[in-house]
């Protein structure tokens, strides 16, 4: 994502396996900023082998009669995978700052 200038912002969450929520914006040329909302960080039993992580990172979609349906496609996957490493990145930097640290346990 080196060419398109793309600012995250996570809002994590504690609802069983929902993980957090994520918003994109994404700056284009005539139009500024255009902002996608509600992408979902789930807990998976399955590994993400682009993650290597037991996540799974959604688009914003709908689910009608037993199906999902993404309201957000990337006609290039690899430019999804890319999108989906940087939300990633920004949901693990917003978990590590939301961590408490046990003073206690520092060795001085």
């Known amino acids: 994502m080196k060419d398109v200038d793309v600012k995250i912002k996570i809002v994590l969450k504690d609802k069983g396996n929902l993980l957090a929520n ?11 900023f255009i902002t996608i909302k509600s992408f979902q960080i789930w ?6 082998n682009r993650l290597k992580d037991n996540v799974n990172i959604q ?9 999902y349906y993404p309201h957000v496609f990337f006609e290039d996957i690899q430019k999804w995978y890319e ?3 940087e939300i990633y ?3 693990l930097d917003k978990k590590n700052e ?7 346990k520092i060795n001085i």
């Open 43 to 48: 807990k998976s039993h399955i590994l993400n």
């Open 22 to 32: 994520a918003t994109i914006h994404v700056s284009t040329y005539d139009y500024g």
């Open 59 to 67: 688009p914003p979609g709908k689910v009608a009669y037993g199906h």
């Open 89 to 91: 990145l920004a949901y």
């Open 98 to 104: 939301n961590e408490e640290i046990d003073v206690s």
């Open 83 to 85: 999108l989906e490493q």
